[in-house]
């Protein structure tokens, strides 16, 4: 169901998107270093009560990836807003995790979005975060760039299965593994995790208590990555912003509770 088959250029770089679904939209907005797949299990009960609209953010998944591209979040804000432009959405509800969720709260504060709602999933929104990995990825971009194509996948597997508080089969990181392998994906992996830096969220959490539409924020209980001490602090700063804590949910709570998304969303969709 969530497969990005349609390309919109924007600025010479093709986004890959889809559409699924009927009734009010409803825009999903993956993290790294996943894709627009992470709503798998999660789409088709959205879909019976919306219309859903997703993307591969630029520089992952299948859209364009390229030696030089600029993926940071410096530039992710404008792309969804250039999206939601392209789908002629003014007020749609939004969900975001990750990444995106630090790319859905900098397209409202700077670049003028609108939504309806929004739902945040273990955002990166406060500092600190980027785990050693991380940091050594920023050290060593080239290096690891081109290690061989057995090292590369057992990096993925182990990097991927620490998002998750349940043990993930091959099976199932194999969709989240695929984009970053070969010649285009491998040093495309390591592209977007050498241009992560924490100001693009610091020079947006003054701003946090401006906010003009209602939000709420889902954390894992057990999320490795970002720790939920990171959420109760969001929470704070954003108006009237209700922190739910998920048992049992690491960082990546698509595979780890994707029934508590689907609740909590309709919930909060309701009004």
């Known amino acids: 169901m969530i497969a990005p088959t349609r390309r919109f250029d924007w600025n010479g770089t093709g986004i890959a998107w889809g559409r699924a679904g009927s009734g009010p939209p409803l825009v999903l907005i993956h993290g790294t270093p996943f894709s627009s797949h992470v709503w798998h299990r999660v789409a088709p009960e959205l879909a019976r009560d919306h219309t859903l609209y997703f993307y591969d953010l630029p520089g992952y998944g299948r ?85 061989p194509e057995y090292i590369q996948t057992a990096i993925l597997k182990a990097y991927v299965s620490g998002a998750a508080a349940r043990p993930l089969s091959d099976s199932e990181l194999e969709p989240y593994i695929a984009p970053w392998t070969g010649p285009v994906g491998q040093p495309a992996f390591y592209r977007q995790i050498a241009q992560m830096d924490q100001r693009f969220t610091d020079e947006i959490e003054p701003l946090y208590g401006e906010f003009r539409c209602p939000v709420a924020l889902l954390w894992g209980e057990v999320d490795r990555w970002i720790p939920p001490q990171s959420g109760h602090r969001l929470a704070a700063l954003l108006p009237d912003c209700a922190l739910t804590l998920v048992p049992g949910s690491g960082h990546l709570m698509q595979e780890d509770a994707p029934e508590a998304i689907v609740a909590a969303a309709l919930r909060f969709f309701a009004g």
């Open 63 to 147: 859209s364009d990836k390229r030696e030089g591209q600029d993926v940071s979040l410096a530039i992710q804000n404008k792309a969804l807003a250039a999206m939601l432009a392209f789908w002629e959405l003014e007020r749609p509800k939004l969900i975001a995790h990750d990444f995106g969720g630090a790319t859905a709260l900098r397209a409202h504060l700077f670049d003028g979005c609108d939504y309806e709602r929004l739902l945040l999933i273990d955002p990166v929104a406060v500092r600190p975060w980027g785990s050693p990995f991380v940091q050594h990825v920023r050290q060593h971009e080239a290096a690891l760039a081109g290690v």
